[in-house]
Every structure is written in C-alpha cells, then in structure tokens.
C-alpha cells in the first residue's frame, strides 16, 4: 500500500485524474462553437453526429464520460501534462517541451495525434468522430492549469484541502465523503461555486449553466475583441497554451503556498481570486478551440465530404 501510494507520487499518472467537471467541458464546448463558421458547424455535426440530444457540449465532456464508464487505461496519460521541473514551493513552474512529454505521452501529444486523425480521411468515420470528441475534450483540459502541472500530480496529492469552513470541512471530507483535493477544487469547486451550483445537480440543470455561461463569456469576448494570436492552428500554439497554463500554477493557485492551501477554507478569498483565473482559461480554451477547429475544416473543405455514420457507430446519441 505504502510503496504503491509512493510509486503514485512519482509517476503521478496512477492517481485518479479527473477534469474541469462535465459542466466546465460542455461550457468549453459551446463557447467554441459561437466561433465556428458555418461550415465548421456543418462539419462537426457530419462528422460528430451532433443531434439535439447529443451536442457539442456533450461532445466535448465526452471522454470523460468514456473514462469513467470503460476506464480507458491507455488514455489516462492522455489528459494532462506533469512538467518535471515543476516546484512551486521555489516559485518554479517550468514547462519544457518534449522532454517533458516522455514518448509522446501526455495531452499536448494527445491534440496533436488525435487532430491528425480527424484530418485522416482514410481512418474510417467512427475513428475520426471519436479523434474529434478528443481534440474537444483537451482544450478543456489544456487550460486547467492543475492538468499542465507536475507538483504533486498536478495537485491530486495536495490534499485535503477545505472548501467551506475550516471546523465543518472534516479535513477535506464535505458531505458525500467528497475529499478534496487542489486539483478537483479548480476542475469543480471553484466553476460551480463561481456559477452557483451545487456540487449535485440534474445534467438539464448543469447543461443549462453551461450555455448559460458560454453564452456570457462570448458576448464579453465580442466587447474585448480577439488577438490575432488566439486564433491559431499550429502545434507551437498548444506548446504555448500549456506553458501558460502551468505557469498560473506559480501565480495563482499556489501562490502563497501549500501549506497556506491546507490550512485555510479555500472558498473564501482563494475562491474570489481563482475564479477570474477558472473564468478567463475557460474562455481561452473555447475561443481557441473554435479557431482551431475553424482551421482544420479549412484543410478538410478540400476534400470531399465523410459519409454519414451509420445507426451503429452513432453510439453518442442520447446514450449519456
Ligand atoms: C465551405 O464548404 C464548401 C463545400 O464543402 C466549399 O465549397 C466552400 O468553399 C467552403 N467555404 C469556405 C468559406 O471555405
Ligand atoms: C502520438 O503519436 C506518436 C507517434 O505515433 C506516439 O509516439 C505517441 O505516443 C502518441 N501520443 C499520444 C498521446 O497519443
Ligand atoms: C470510440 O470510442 C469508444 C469509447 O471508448 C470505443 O468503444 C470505440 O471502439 C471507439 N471507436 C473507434 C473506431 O476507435
Ligand atoms: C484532521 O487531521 C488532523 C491531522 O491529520 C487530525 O489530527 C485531526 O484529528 C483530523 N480531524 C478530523 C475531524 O478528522
């Protein structure tokens, strides 16, 4: 037990990793596709199958949902990115690419395969919609900045930590027997406090905050404008992102440090705090998202269209 608890310490991949909940996926999801042109829309819902009862939204949550249902050992490293260097006790957030992703194993490996595949007319539609569910899924992941971070696997170790008041939070434990840890405190304390959820809600009510909040943080972003650099297609891009990422790890999340983290209930001023960083990565990752796929339907625009999925291979409908 002791060995196996070390040996997860080390390799950090063994812990469980979880994700920006379903709710901070489908929000990912349907900011993007406020960015999509019309025949990236077109493409996506070809390709994807996208029905009303299986969206974008649902789309992008989807390999966690996969995850959890069928365990998918072999995507586990695929979620998240553990920079070797990375000490925040030193104030050192450092990513360094590729040697920080060992054979090509972890997400920035994982947006770059996987598009590859959605770009593959010769792969066959079942394998490209499930590449595309993927790409949609990792913007999410890429911008929480607990899965760009090596200390402590990404935070999972970093445990437990309050959410609430200190004498009720039962050293992490809220009721449900929820331990918290840092890194489920940004994948889904922090957006559904921020968003006024509970922690339990009715998938209609969580989809519904979703577009709800896709829809705010895009009207916003039309105000602000968007870099020219937002909108990118290029593998440097991704590199980028998860660097920027991981480097809010040293502002931000650990800024004062973990024993600080421990010590105090992080749904105060932590909270206040954080949730402008939890916001802004989640509207980074959707307008990115939709300037990344944008980019790609360009290139397939080129080719004919795919063949419609069969009854068979269109598994996602209303199945979640
Ligand atoms: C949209 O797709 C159609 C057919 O695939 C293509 O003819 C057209 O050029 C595309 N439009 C743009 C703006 O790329
Ligand atoms: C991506 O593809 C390369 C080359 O096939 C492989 O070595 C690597 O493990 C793959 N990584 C992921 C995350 O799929
Ligand atoms: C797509 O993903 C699902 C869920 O993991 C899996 O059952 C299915 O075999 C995959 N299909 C292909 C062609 O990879
Ligand atoms: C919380 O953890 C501390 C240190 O491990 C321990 O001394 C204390 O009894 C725990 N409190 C509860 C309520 O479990």
Redesign the pocket.
């Known amino acids: 037990m002791r060995s196996t608890a070390l040996l997860a310490a080390v390799l950090g991949a063994t812990v469980p990793v979880t994700a920006w909940d379903p709710f901070g996926h489908q929000t990912v999801g349907y900011l993007a596709s406020k960015y999509f042109?019309?025949?990236a829309t077109?493409?996506l819902t070809s390709l994807i199958g996208l029905s009303p009862t299986f969206d974008i939204g649902d789309a992008a949550a989807w390999a966690d949902t996969v995850r959890d249902r069928e365990g998918l050992p072999w995507s586990k490293m695929w979620h998240f990115v553990n920079p070797r260097a990375d000490d925040p006790t030193t104030n050192t957030c450092k990513l360094q690419y590729p040697s920080d992703c060992p054979r090509g194993n972890c997400i920035i490996d994982a947006i770059l395969n996987q598009t590859r595949v959605v770009m593959d007319q010769s792969a066959g539609i079942a394998a490209r919609r499930n590449a595309t569910m993927w790409v949609l899924h990792f913007f999410g992941d890429l911008h929480q900045p607990m899965h760009a971070s090596g200390y402590k696997a990404g935070g999972n170790l970093v445990r437990p930590v309050c959410f609430g008041p200190m004498e009720t939070c039962n050293n992490g434990t809220v009721p449900g027997d929820k331990v918290w840890n840092l890194h489920s405190i940004w994948d889904s304390a922090i957006p559904r406090k921020l968003r006024g959820l509970k922690e339990t809600e009715s998938p209609e009510t969580d989809k519904k905050a979703a577009m709800l909040w896709a829809e705010e943080i895009y009207e916003r972003q039309q105000i602000e404008g968007i870099e020219e650099k937002e909108q990118c297609g290029s593998m440097g891009c991704v590199v980028d992102w998860a660097g920027e990422s991981n480097r809010l790890v040293c502002q931000h999340a650990l800024s004062k440090g973990e024993e600080w983290v421990l010590g105090h209930d992080l749904s105060g001023d932590y909270f206040l705090e954080n949730a402008k960083v939890v916001e802004s990565q989640v509207g980074k990752a959707g307008r990115r998202l939709g300037g990344w796929i944008n980019a790609l339907?360009?290139i397939l625009?080129q080719f004919?269209?795919e063949e419609e999925l069969t009854e068979e291979e269109n598994y996602g409908g209303g199945d979640l």
């Open positions: 042109t019309p025949n077109a493409r339907v360009d625009d004919p269209p």
